[in-house]
């Protein structure tokens, strides 16, 4: 199986290896429901998915936080960090304006040029990280430590909240 976008044409240029996780789409054309039961099936870990959450600040416009697991963006630590009073979830309409992806292929790579991306320190706690593909009803599996590579140059620390 193989898919082209511009995430695999990053990913191919730097020689970094990856997996495509084919997720498929409910009838109303929507990634399914049970993607962790999906991820196990292929003995990935469910927790792995690095999510990429659009927000909007009220004065830096549109950012991306990409975040592993199942924490929460924590929106003080957010507003701190960018100096911002307010900032919200991006609207599902505003989605692909600021990445350029629709919802639910939307990668913490291959991005604008001007989106700012933050990634969490807890991408850094799996070995292998499945990430949005750029492509709806496929993923991609690859090592976090070259996803991360890919990133090294964008900030980096605790976004979410500790339960």
Do not use: H
Not at 39 to 55: D, H, K, T
Not at 69 to 91: Q, S, Y
Not at 115 to 133: F, K, M, N, Q
């Amino acid at each position: 199986m193989t898919i082209q976008s511009n995430v695999t044409t990053l990913l191919e240029s730097k020689g970094i290896a990856f997996k495509i996780v084919e997720i498929p789409l409910s009838e109303d054309k929507k990634p399914i429901r049970s993607l962790e039961e999906l991820l196990s099936a292929q003995g990935l870990e469910p927790q792995s998915v690095v999510r990429s959450v659009v927000f909007k600040g009220e004065q830096s416009g549109f950012c991306l936080l990409a975040v592993a697991g199942g924490g929460r963006a924590d929106w003080a630590l957010l507003r701190n960090f960018l100096g911002e009073r307010k900032c919200r979830m991006a609207e599902y309409a505003e989605v692909p304006e600021a990445t350029g992806y629709v919802v639910g292929a939307v990668p913490p790579i291959a991005l604008p040029e001007g989106l700012r991306v933050l990634v969490d320190t807890s991408v850094s706690a799996y070995e292998t990280v499945v990430i949005g593909s750029g492509v709806l009803g496929y993923a991609l599996a690859l090592k976090s430590a070259d996803l991360l590579s890919l990133l090294q140059d964008k900030p980096q620390g605790s976004f979410v909240k500790v339960e």
